[in-house]
């Protein structure tokens, strides 16, 4: 993953500067004397230096998919949010075109707030979440100096930034929809007649080629004051059914309606909404 924002990184100097073929090459290994000393053109260096995870962005640990008319939801884990942070570097042999070389990498990050898309992977694409780039104040490096002495090398003028990645290392977990779930009542003692109740949840869907949620739906049931609205995820709710066939009727916000029926207990409450 980290070779994957190394790689959008290279794209977006590139095309942002911009950086003509066989001119500034960009580096991402540890800027050291020995690295540095067998440097022959301008080069800018990127060095990531720090990762840390954003705990704080987690807000929803779980999102829960489901695809119309299937009995598996499928639950992932939202993806963590990692702190990428890079020290950038300019090295020439005059350090006149040093500065414009990070002055014009420090124009191209402060047009750049979100990675383009183009750039990404299709790995980090497919996460769905953008790539955020900040620049850093200059004490996000507490001692320069010390720095520059563990790299064995000159202390040099740099400027920071940091990347705000997703990261998502986790599987998808398919599990069976609970569409139907049966209760009985009785007085304590009593061993007679006892009351069952039936709840039935399902989605209902647009039909056609684009099965998708349907919100505020109507879904009443025929002979009853029974009924439910659908939310953004077309789901339904509808409880104290009996076992048996059950006639629903269900109405869009323009009046269009349609019926269907059902019977309780069954596996799925899904409905394809066709109104004519």
Request: hydrophobic share 40%.
């Amino acid at each position: 993953m980290f070779s994957d924002i190394d790689e959008a990184l290279r794209q977006l100097l590139t095309a942002g500067i911009p950086i003509r073929a066989g001119e500034i090459d960009i580096s991402f290994e540890r800027p050291t004397r020995e690295w540095s000393s067998k440097l022959s053109r301008p080069t800018i260096n990127l060095f990531l230096y720090d990762i840390r995870e954003r705990a704080e962005l987690q807000n929803m640990p779980f999102e829960h998919e489901r695809a119309p008319g299937s009995n598996v939801v499928v639950r992932r884990r939202t993806p963590r949010r990692l702190d990428v942070a890079y020290m950038v570097t300019a090295w020439t042999r005059d350090p006149a075109d040093e500065h414009r070389i990070l002055a014009s990498v420090l124009a191209c990050l402060y047009r750049s707030d979100t990675m383009p898309g183009e750039f990404l992977s299709p790995a980090l694409r497919d996460i769905g979440q953008d790539v955020l780039l900040r620049l850093v104040p200059p004490d996000h490096i507490a001692k320069p100096a010390d720095f520059w002495g563990v790299m064995d090398n000159d202390l040099h003028a740099n400027l920071a930034f940091v990347a705000l990645v997703p990261l998502d290392p986790y599987e998808p977990v398919p599990f069976p929809v609970v569409s139907s779930a049966g209760f009985e009542a009785r007085l304590i003692g009593d061993e007679g007649q006892r009351d069952r109740f039936q709840i039935a949840a399902g989605m209902v869907y647009a039909a056609g080629e684009d099965p998708r949620p349907l919100e505020g739906i109507t879904v009443s049931v025929e002979g009853s004051a029974m009924s439910a609205l659908t939310g953004p995820d077309g789901r339904y709710f509808l409880g104290n059914l009996p076992a048996g066939k059950h006639r629903l009727r269900l109405a869009d916000a323009s009046g269009r309606t349609v019926t269907h029926e059902i019977e309780v207990p069954s596996p799925l409450f899904d409905i394809a909404f066709a109104a004519v």
